[in-house]
């Protein structure tokens, strides 16, 4: 068996699979194939964000009503028995419920695979490893320009030292890198071109009276914020008011220039 029969011999996931002659096998591949065990922790992950973004932001009680408004409100063509008009509506909520859908899996979902990889790169230059070494926020920022498509800001930070940058990438996407040092623990600052990036897909939190969006991850925790177009992201171990504190001087500081 391969992989894909794996999957499908397992689908939903091995904890709800249905029990068959051939699920003990499955499951025996699945010890030892990272693919899929990789397959499932993603599936995983998905439908709980998504239970997470059905149960508190998609089709809103008032949606619904404005549905069923506009439902009543067209002319029935055709003369039905009375069931009609209800199996219809329900088959219109359903073709909503999937439009709504397809629009998180095709514009939330990408971003937030986006910011899985801000904390890989994170974790991968733990060491702060910059290809400039510079504590001088304009030395950082000129060495920046005409590598990136939008203007990189190098916020300083009285409550971080600011060591250095790099270029990375992200799913394809260039991103400046800037790290900062507190408390013994590397600060990665990313900046990318905010186009196509949807911060909705995390989770909204205010602090000290601006907006945040945030996730976890592995033990790290990031704060994202736009302003101009430029999507910042900031990342580190830090604990939670920390990093908010972090984030929030370097939103200010951004709004500065
Ligand atoms: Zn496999």
Redesign the pocket.
């Known amino acids: 068996m391969n ?1 894909p029969e ?1 999957r499908k011999i397992l689908y939903p996931s091995p904890e709800k699979c249905p029990l068959t002659l051939e699920t003990s096998k499955a499951l025996e ?2 010890r030892d ?1 990272v ?2 065990q990789e397959h499932f922790r993603a599936q995983t992950e998905w439908s709980e964000t998504f239970k997470e973004k059905l149960g508190s932001e998609v089709v809103p009680e008032r949606l619904q009503t404005e549905i069923l408004k506009e439902i009543d409100r067209r002319p029935s063509s055709k003369p039905h028995s009375p069931l009609w008009p209800v199996r219809k509506r329900r088959l219109l909520i359903a073709a909503l419920v999937v439009s709504v859908v397809g629009a998180w899996v095709f514009h939330w979902w990408p971003s937030r695979q986006l910011f899985r990889t801000v904390f890989e790169d994170h974790a991968r230059y733990l060491q702060a490893q910059s290809q400039v070494n510079s504590s001088n926020p304009e030395e950082l920022e000129s060495w920046f320009r005409d590598k990136t498509d939008f203007a990189v800001r190098v916020p300083a930070l009285d409550s971080a030292q600011l060591l250095g940058g790099r270029l990375c990438f992200l799913k394809g996407r260039k991103a400046a890198l800037v790290f900062y040092r507190k408390g013994g623990r590397t600060v990665s600052l990313f900046q990318l071109n905010g186009r196509g990036v949807s911060l909705a897909a995390l989770k909204q939190a205010e602090f000290d009276g601006s907006s945040f969006w945030r996730m976890s991850f592995q033990g790290y925790s990031l704060a994202a914020f736009e302003q101009r177009g430029v999507v910042y992201v900031v990342v580190s171990d830090l604990r939670e008011g920390e990093l908010l504190n972090l984030a929030s001087a370097i939103q200010v500081k951004s709004r500065g220039y």
């Open positions: 992989c794996i591949h699945l194939c693919e899929c």
